[in-house]
T-cell receptor, first 114, second 112 residues
Framework: NAGVTQTPKFQVLKTGQSMTLQCAQD?????MSWYRQDPGMGLRLIHY???????DQGEVPNGYNVSRSTTEDFPLRLLSAAPSQTSVYFC?????????????FGPGTRLTVL | QQQVKQSPQSLIVQKGGIPIINCAYE??????FPWYQQFPGKGPALLIA?????SEKKEGRFTISFNKSAKQFSLHIMDSQPGDSATYFC???????????FGTGTRLTVIP
């Protein structure tokens, strides 16, 4: 099993550009989530999904969109990037939920918005 | 506001020492308290977790102590090794809820 994979590993964007961060898992997990990690802030939940076709907002959803068309994939879209979105982004998955089963994190995408 | 407060921000101990990292929470609905370990350039990995029906949980050299009345929990690392040098995050959430709230992290350095 590859576990949770994320692409790209690094990305530089200009303000106003859009992009999609990819996340995939091969563990047949129902729950998937996106976090951002900023110095001194820990990890903060952006969006999550409890199954294909179901998504919901986390703690810091503004500026981000998600969709879940398959169990395996959970892409994160930045529609108009802003410097405040410079961060390291982690995707995670677990069998049922963040507080019921072990969450497995991907290796992260480091995003810089100029 | 920060749902989970973590201290200290950084910690340096000698090999064999017992670093202790503390976390506090306010929301009494929280009943799941995991600790994550993160090495540079990697994603966090679950280390150990506790639910409030017990006051202590051990897994190998890692121990969580939980004080429900004080709404505090802590991580102790016995016989610490240089390989334990990493950033440690506590977190808290409610069973059945889908949000997990993280502390701000503690960077641990174990000196040989």
């Amino acid at each position: 099993n590859a576990g949770v994979t994320q692409t790209p590993k690094f990305q530089v964007l200009k303000t106003g550009q859009s992009m999609t961060l990819q996340c995939a898992q091969d563990m047949n997990h129902e729950y998937m989530s996106w976090y951002r990690q900023d110095p001194g802030m820990g990890l903060r939940l952006i969006h999550y999904s409890v199954g294909a076709g179901i998504t919901d907002q986390g703690e810091v959803p503004n500026g981000y969109n998600v969709s879940r068309s398959t169990t395996e994939d959970f892409p994160l879209r930045l529609l108009s990037a802003a410097p405040s979105q410079t961060s390291v982004y982690f995707c995670a998955s677990s069998y049922r939920g963040a507080t019921t089963d072990t969450q497995y994190f991907g290796p992260g995408t480091r995003l810089t918005v100029l | 506001q920060q749902q989970v407060k973590q201290s200290p921000q950084s910690l340096i101990v000698q090999k064999g020492g017992i670093p202790i990292i503390n976390c506090a929470y306010e929301n009494t609905a929280f009943d799941y308290f995991p600790w994550y370990q993160q090495f540079p350039g990697k994603g966090p990995a679950l280390l150990i977790a506790i639910r409030p029906d017990v006051s202590e949980k051990k897994e190998g050299r890692f121990t969580i102590s939980f004080n429900k009345s004080a709404k505090q929990f802590s991580l102790h690392i016995m016989d610490s090794q240089p390989g334990d040098s990493a950033t440690y995050f506590c977190a808290a959430g409610g069973t059945g809820a889908n949000n997990l709230f993280f502390g701000t992290g503690t960077r641990l350095t174990v000196i040989p």
